[in-house]
Every structure is written in structure tokens, then in C-alpha cells.
């Protein structure tokens, strides 16, 4: 079955300090995959997203992630949080010949002073 | 560059009731999808509009219906509410044609509160 796997659905991070977001994934097909950053009461924002080439891909806000073949794994970076990156995050996952994305459920981020 | 927008904000609305959430795509993209995040989670697809024509659906009943118009925007429908459609409807739209990864850019949402 398809399936996204966030497996922290909290993380807290010191402002100035660097963050990882996990998330792995389970597809038969090979899978075009979506980091989404959403504020409270807001809709989602495309932060980056992997096709195929190079496995670490740059994004918006500082952002990048890389892809791992091996370890069905796209994991969300980045070197130097702000206050302003707290949000809830969520990694996604779509194929060619399918129009749906699946969505984890999410880790919701707090960012201290 | 106007990006997608959704209608109403907010909505409440009586079990039994029926409601119809309104959607305008990116300028440019013709291709309409709708998601319902429930509390707490990830959005779920419900389904997708191209062409005037719904083209995957997702694991929903049949009391959620869609049209797309000629315009390219998009309506939701969900008949006979239940207290369980509370949560937020996003919509998403892409250019298929000149994006064949079908990114999707999604709305603001419109929460649905059903009483």
C-alpha cells in the first residue's frame, strides 16, 4: 500500500539552530515527492520538490532535502532555523500515471527564542 | 499573479444539510483537485477535475460530488453533511499539459464546521 511516514509529530528547535524533518515513504512506482509548509489557519505553501536528477534539492526559505533510493527517505533540512519557521510541515508523495498526492500527517514545529 | 482561491473562508453548517465550496484555480493552470485535512491530519485527496471531467477519485462516498467549468474553476459538493465532514477543503491546481509531474499549488481552504 502507499504510505507517507512522518515519525515526529512534534519537534522544538532553538532559533539559530539546524533542523531535520523525516520522512519515509512507501511506493511502488517511482514516486515524485513534496515538502509543504502550512501556518495556522492556512493553506499549504510548496517549500521543494524531487523528480529525478540530483538527490539534493533546494527550496524555498533556506530549505533543501535530499532523497534516498535506498531508505524510501526525503528528509526536510535546514542549516539555521528562524522564528518564522514555525509551522506544521508536511512531506507528499505522487507518481506519474496517478493525479493524487498522499500526504503524512504532518510534524508540527515550534521554534524557541 | 492571483494565486488559487477558495469560497467561503468559513462555514457552518447543520447534519443533513448540504454544501457547496467554491474554488479558482492558478492563472494558467487548468487542472482542479480537492483535499480534506481533518484535524490534526494530513489532507486526503478526494479528487481530481481536467477537462471539464473528474479523472481519479479518491476513497470517498458518494456524497461528495465535484464539477469543473469551462473557466477552468471548480465546485464542491457534499450532500447529507455528517458530523465527521467537519475539517478543512483544500483545493489545488496544476497545468498538466506543460507539467507532466502535475505539481499542485494549493488554496487557502475553507473550514466546514458541521453541528
Known amino acids: 500500500a502507499q504510505s507517507v511516514t512522518q515519525p515526529d509529530i512534534h519537534i522544538t528547535v532553538s532559533e539559530g539552530a539546524s533542523l531535520e524533518l523525516r520522512c519515509n515513504y512507501s511506493?511502488?512506482?517511482?514516486?515524485?515527492l513534496f515538502w509543504y509548509v502550512q501556518s495556522p489557519g492556512q493553506g499549504l505553501q510548496l517549500l521543494l520538490k524531487?523528480?529525478?536528477?540530483?538527490?539534493l534539492v533546494q527550496g524555498i526559505k533556506g530549505f533543501e532535502a535530499e532523497f534516498k533510493r535506498s531508505q524510501s527517505s526525503f528528509n526536510l533540512r535546514k542549516p539555521s532555523v528562524h522564528w518564522s519557521d514555525a509551522a506544521e510541515y508536511f512531506c507528499?508523495?505522487?507518481?506519474?500515471?496517478?493525479?493524487?498526492?498522499?500526504f503524512g500527517t504532518g510534524t508540527r514545529l515550534k521554534v524557541l527564542a | 499573479d492571483a494565486g488559487v482561491t477558495q469560497s467561503p473562508t468559513h462555514l457552518i453548517k447543520t447534519r443533513g444539510q448540504q454544501v457547496t465550496l467554491r474554488c479558482s484555480p492558478k492563472?494558467?493552470?487548468?487542472?482542479v483537485s480537492w483535499y480534506q485535512q481533518a484535524l490534526g491530519q494530513g489532507p486526503q485527496f478526494i479528487f481530481q477535475?481536467?477537462?471539464?471531467?473528474?479523472?481519479q477519485r479518491g476513497n470517498f462516498p458518494d456524497r461528495f460530488s465535484g464539477h469543473q467549468f469551462p473557466n477552468y474553476s471548480s465546485e464542491l459538493n457534499v450532500n447529507a453533511l455528517l458530523l465527521g465532514d467537519s475539517a478543512l477543503y483544500l483545493c489545488?491546481?496544476?497545468?498538466?499539459?506543460?507539467?507532466?509531474?502535475?505539481?499542485?499549488?494549493f488554496g487557502p481552504g475553507t473550514r466546514l464546521t458541521v453541528l
Open positions: 511506493y511502488g512506482a517511482t514516486p515524485y
Open positions: 507528499a508523495v505522487g507518481a506519474s500515471g496517478t493525479y493524487k498526492y498522499i
Open positions: 477535475y481536467y477537462e471539464e471531467e473528474e479523472r
Open positions: 492563472s494558467g493552470h487548468d487542472t
Open positions: 489545488a491546481s496544476s497545468y498538466r499539459l506543460a507539467d507532466t509531474t502535475d505539481t499542485q499549488y
Open positions: 524531487y523528480f529525478s536528477g540530483d538527490t
